[in-house]
């Protein structure tokens, strides 16, 4: 018993700092989303649900249904990018897997936002790929690469590709080359092989490399502004106007992060944790 | 492959590309890197930048080393609650708890300045050390510590005698990565950043939105060259400790 309290008592600044920052904040933001305030931006409080009520304007809606899609074609880019070169890197030597790897996870380390601007100057009008397509003779010269949906899609999928290599790639690796060799055994062809033993066995890898990309992706602002141009909002726009910029609406904005934090949770337990658990009770039933 | 690389290598190219415009190649040029150090209002943030980066990390190393530590003796329960504070910053997209955070700081009596985006900063600098750490601690033998004990040596002794030495790589792991991504955070920075706390991201991205000039793009060059050597760094430093 006394042990048990002192390693409760080591444990305890690490918790009361993480409750401080992590779970505070966000009481913060659950209580927050349901004050008001006055005109000058100072919060009120005085209960009500009209930061709730305007997420239904149609605009707010549209710019929901923006981050939906711009959500989901970046997941299902990253996807097929990522999925066949994940299974790629499964199947190469122990030794050229983990260098391929650290070569793919090494590209972090440079920040995101350089990243992005080294896009832009590729992407630009009269841009190294528009010079070199002219070149090769498939472009006049007057195309606009940047600041439209495609181009927001592409480089938000650039910047997630490690985020759903990794999780296929440890899934797939961490098959038993066996019961690939038993499949081959019992007559299935190569296509077969992978459909019905190596792709079942990896779902969980690719519903997490979904979340991973997807949760992400719906809160990102600097992308959509910068390769986007800020012409089209995302949820991450909007958000980051109302706390930051000069929409400048805490309640408002608490209230956006509420959703963003439902939403996220709903499809964290959904991709993350029910595989994970369902699997756990076949292993625990057997 | 090499596509996830070619943005670095633009940036690098055209830090010294003549042209004040970034489309066209106008020749080879230092000149950029000159004017780049009269620019103080860009130097400035990086000088932020580092500042931030190296509060929130000591802050991390400190309380991710000792929490992972201290959470490997408790029970299933803690060590649950723990995990579940520490990853919900890696999980969530990290404008929520940005968010969150701005509206703590904002509610403060005080003013935290430059140390509010450093704490927010520690928020997802702590997961990896922790990670890290408590990997280390799960390899290490139980009785190297129950020989220590009992040959004398109290719980601190042990602590910077056995465990430190051998969890040392796993921490400086953590605190490299959790450095990398402290100088990358654009998310939490921009919108915990006032006029004079700001930093090398948020600067770079109100520069991008206006049209960035060749001075950023040798500022971006000499990042990520200091960068890769950081890495270089902290590479050999590990060989030469397997190596020993």
């Known amino acids: ?286 | 492959m090499l596509l996830l690389y070619l943005p670095i290598a633009v940036i690098i190219v055209y830090s010294f590309n003549y042209s004040e415009t970034d489309a066209v190649w106008g020749g080879f040029t230092t000149g950029w890197y000159r004017t780049l150090f009269a620019n103080r209002r860009l130097l400035d943030s990086v000088a932020n930048s580092v500042r931030v980066t190296m509060l929130a990390v000591c802050i991390s190393v400190v309380l991710g080393t000792f929490g992972a530590v201290a959470a490997a003796r408790c029970g299933k329960f803690v060590k649950r609650s723990i995990s579940a504070l520490i990853f919900t910053p890696l999980i969530l997209p990290e404008i929520i708890l940005g968010t969150g955070l701005l509206l703590f700081f904002t509610a403060m009596p005080v003013n935290f300045g430059i140390l509010a985006i450093a704490l927010a900063h520690t928020t997802f600098c702590i997961p990896y050390i922790y990670i890290f750490v408590s990997i280390r601690l799960k390899k290490l033998d139980p009785a190297l510590i129950d020989a220590a004990r009992d040959l004398g040596a109290g719980a601190c002794r042990t602590f910077f005698a056995v465990t430190l030495p051998s969890i040392l790589p796993a921490v400086t792991t953590g605190a490299l990565i959790s450095a990398a991504m402290s100088l990358d955070s654009v998310v939490m920075s921009s919108l915990l950043s006032a006029p004079d706390s700001i930093t090398f991201p948020v600067r770079l991205f109100s520069l991008m939105r206006i049209g960035t000039t060749p001075e950023v793009n040798a500022l971006s060059a000499l990042m990520i060259v200091a960068m890769f050597g950081f890495a270089a760094v902290g590479f050999f430093l590990m060989r030469v400790k397997k190596n020993e």
């Open chain 1, 1 to 286: 018993m006394f042990d048990r309290l002192k390693a409760f008592l080591t444990v305890l600044p690490i918790l009361l700092y993480l409750i401080t920052l992590v779970g505070v904040p966000l009481v913060f933001i659950a209580v927050i989303s349901f004050l008001s305030r006055d005109d000058h931006g100072r919060i009120l409080f005085a209960f009500t649900t009209v930061n709730y009520n305007r997420i239904f304007d149609p605009v707010i809606l549209s710019i929901f249904r923006e981050s939906l899609i711009v959500a989901s074609l970046a997941s299902t880019g990253t996807f097929l990018i990522g999925a066949p070169f994940a299974f790629f890197v499964a199947s190469l030597k122990r030794r050229s897997q983990n260098v391929v790897i650290l070569f793919a996870l090494f590209v972090f380390w440079t920040s995101s936002l350089i990243r992005t601007n080294g896009w832009m100057i590729i992407l630009q009008t009269n841009g190294i790929l528009n010079r070199f397509l002219m070149l090769i003779g498939l472009s006049d010269g007057t195309t606009r690469y940047l600041f439209n949906l495609p181009a927001t899609v592409f480089v938000t999928v650039y910047m997630f590709l490690p985020f759903m290599i990794l999780p296929i790639y440890v899934a797939a690796e961490s098959i038993a080359p066996t019961l690939r060799d038993a499949a081959r055994d019992l007559g299935a062809g190569h296509i077969r092989t992978f459909l019905q033993v190596t792709l079942p066995l990896c779902k969980d890898g690719i519903l997490a490399g979904f979340a991973l990309v997807f949760i992400p992706v719906t809160g990102l602002f600097f992308i959509s502004d910068t390769i986007g141009g800020g012409l089209r909002m995302t949820l991450g726009n909007l958000l980051h106007s109302q706390m930051a910029g000069h929409g400048n609406n805490h309640p408002f904005g608490a209230a956006l992060a509420m959703i963003l934090l439902i939403f996220s949770v709903i499809i964290v337990s959904f991709f993350l944790f029910l595989p994970r658990s369902r699997r756990k009770k076949q292993v625990d039933g057997r």
